[in-house]
């Protein structure tokens, strides 16, 4: 099954995901898409609405599970931080091998938020009132 970049751009778009850019290739999802949340750190919720795109296309026979690497910007080329999902991940969820708390904690803890020095600072703080992936 070939994903298509364009069917996943369109349904990444109807989940509230602002894509900037988008490549599938070789297994892999590169995504880069502008928060509606430009603060200081990475949205949970928008995460979250977009591994939920992709577990709702994988369970729909519409994809198959990928590894995703997110980068966040707050305007074009102003980065706000990364994150990742790993293929085993989705095959695990939707294969009920791990839960959906257990698939969220594992994305959240893969998230980098860029700082002045370039380094990226880990998500240890929970960002409150906000949906988990």
Not at 8 to 19: C, F, K, N
Not at 77 to 96: I, K, R
Request: hydrophobic share 35%.
């Amino acid at each position: 099954m070939n994903t298509d970049a364009a069917t996943l751009e369109a349904e990444l778009r109807s989940y509230g995901i602002s894509v900037e850019q988008l490549s599938v290739d070789d297994g892999e999802i590169d995504l880069e898409y502008m928060t509606a949340f430009p603060a200081d750190r990475v949205h949970d919720g928008e995460i979250g609405r977009a591994c939920n795109t992709l577990i709702d296309m994988i369970e729909a026979d519409e994809c198959e599970p990928m590894r995703v690497d997110a980068t966040v910007v707050r305007s074009p080329g102003d980065v706000l931080g990364h994150w990742h999902a790993e293929a085993e991940w989705f095959e695990q969820l939707t294969n009920y091998a791990i839960s959906e708390t257990e698939f969220s904690t594992r994305v959240l803890e893969t998230v980098r938020h860029e700082t002045d020095g370039g380094e990226g600072a880990t998500n240890d703080e929970p960002v409150d009132g906000t949906e988990s992936p």
